[in-house]
Each structure stands twice: as C-alpha cells, then as structure tokens.
C-alpha cells in the first residue's frame, strides 16, 4: 500500500526558469553592477568559476559560498526574492496534486537548497500540499538524492521504502537510485524522449497509476 508520494521540484513541479534567472542572469548583473565590469566579463568570469568548483563538491549549490567568493555585497537571499517572478508551476501540477491530496502524504525530495525551495512552494501555494520538504544539501549535506537520502527521508516519515512513491526528471537520482532500495518511482520526461513501463510525460497521469496499487 502506498502511503507517501514523493516529488522532485525543479523539472518536475516548477520550471527551471527560477534557478537558470538566479544563477546564470541575476547573479552576474549583480556581480557587474558591485564591480563595475560588463555584464558578459561577469557572465565569463562567474561562469568559468562554477565550473572550477564544480558540482561534486557540495559548495556549488551554496550562493552564501559563492557570495563570499565574489566578495559581493548584496544579499543573497534578499537576491532570491528579487527573482521570485521567474518562478512557474507546470499547468498539470495543480490539478494532480489536488486529486492526490487526503489520500496519500505528499512529500517533497530535492536537490536544491532549501531557500530555493521554500520561497518556489510558497510563492505558488504548493506548499499547502506537502507534509515534508526536504533538500539532500541543505537537511543532509549531500550532493545529491543518494541512496542514504532517501532511507533517512524514510525514517523521518516512519515509512517503509516499499509504501513511497517519488516523481522526479532525474533518470538516475530521481528514478534509478530510489527503485534501488525498494521504492516505486517514475520518471518524468516532459520531452518525450524516453518510453519505458515507468516513464510518465505528465503528472496527470500519476492519479491513475496509483490507484493500480489499490487494487
């Protein structure tokens, strides 16, 4: 029986639109701005870094890190905010996570700090939804949605991994790593480039195929 129904945020619930604005336009204007370069030296200078430090090193995913790094005056936080009209919910979020809502727990699983991922939640009233939200940097001090994620994510919630469900477009992170101990997973690829049994290209579809575990 499942009881928790777990999603990934950023490419699955929200559109990237949010993140690539804070890190890839808003940053680098700022960073113009406090240090009087152009905005393209910025976006070199800024962009060669990032992959200096690279995103197996858990710093990559810190704006406080990187702030300090740049020697930027300005609030990171307050520059989260500042992008906050990025934001944007996919049109079958809302209505799947209504149907699901009273029958199972809904949970979220992601990646992303948990500053990003509060003010996305709140910003667009998901937060109303979900009973946990949890983000492998900021709760767990890892890199990414590994196998010991999920099993503490478990305990917390006092589940058995065979009664969780995640949604994610993360083919290994959010799909190949949490069937690997036990919890059923589906893949969402609003491309279209995948098929496979556990592929979804909507979370429209996600209502239905959980009822075939009522049965």
Not at 19 to 33: Q, T
Not at 41 to 50: H, I, M, Q, T, V
Not at 69 to 85: A, E, G, N, P, Q
Not at 138 to 143: A, K, P, Q, R, V
Request: glycine content about 4%.
């Amino acid at each position: 029986m499942i009881k928790i129904v777990s999603f990934d945020l950023d490419g699955t619930l929200t559109k990237q639109d949010f993140a690539d604005r804070y890190w890839l336009e808003a940053l680098p204007l700022l960073y113009a701005r406090e240090k009087d370069v152009s905005v393209d030296e910025a976006k070199k200078l800024l962009f060669g870094e990032y992959d200096k430090v690279g995103k197996e090193r858990l710093e990559w995913y810190d704006p406080s890190y990187w702030f300090k790094r740049f020697d930027i005056k300005y609030s990171w936080k307050k520059l989260i905010f500042d992008c906050r009209d990025a934001i944007e919910v996919y049109p079958d979020v809302l209505p799947t996570l209504e149907r699901l809502t009273g029958k199972y727990k809904l949970i979220v699983v992601s990646n992303a700090k948990k500053e990003f991922i509060e003010i996305q939640l709140k910003e667009t009233g998901l937060n109303r939804f979900f009973t946990h939200v949890f983000s492998s940097v900021s709760d767990f001090g890892m890199i990414k949605k590994k196998v010991d994620v999920y099993r503490r994510v478990c305990s917390i919630v006092s589940v058995d991994e065979k009664e969780v469900v995640h949604v994610g477009d993360d083919k290994v992170f959010d799909y190949e790593t949490p069937r690997s101990i036990g919890i059923k997973a589906f893949y969402v690829d609003r491309e279209k480039k995948t098929v496979g049994e556990n592929v979804i290209y909507s979370l429209s579809s996600l209502p239905s195929i959980l009822s075939r575990y009522e049965e």
